[in-house]
């Protein structure tokens, strides 16, 4: 069973995410997610880091996480870990590392590159401040492509707007 959610929150993010941390213990421990792709503003990446460590009640370690930059792009060198968080920004660039490695020429491809079968079974989509991913950028579309792999996905904001597109985006990734 595939589980999508959108998360407006009317409560205080705080919250939220623990609410969604202990939700993602509870799919850990029944074995449904066995590593997670986060992607957020970089304000974010550090504290995402502490806290699931935090709620996962020790399922997941430093040890477990990395967090990539402008300087780390081969995330398939980091699948041996749980955890992978990366900016929005830092998501665009990766893509084109591999967009790049497997000499793609459009700018916008219609098949997922990066090779997602390869990271564990079940794969959790985390995307924190999701208005962050508008409809005509690149990090919406490498996210859209990507999609595919991941059984769960969540995308989570405390301000999608009042713009009717701007929600769109975000159910069609879902």
Known sequence: M?????LKPSIPST????LVFLFLDSLMKQGQVDCILGIMKPEGLGNFQHEII???????TEDDIVILDKDSRDIENYFDKKVILCSYNTWRL???YYKKQYKIKSKEPKKPFIRFDKWFNHKFLLLDECQSVTGDSLQYHYTQIHACYFDRICAMSGSIGYKL??????????
């Open 94 to 96: 990766i893509n084109e």
């Open 15 to 18: 919250v939220t995410e623990k």
């Open 2 to 6: 595939k589980i999508k959610a959108a």
């Open 54 to 60: 935090k709620f996962t009640d020790n399922y997941i």
């Open 165 to 174: 597109e701007k929600l769109y985006n975000i159910v069609n990734i879902l």
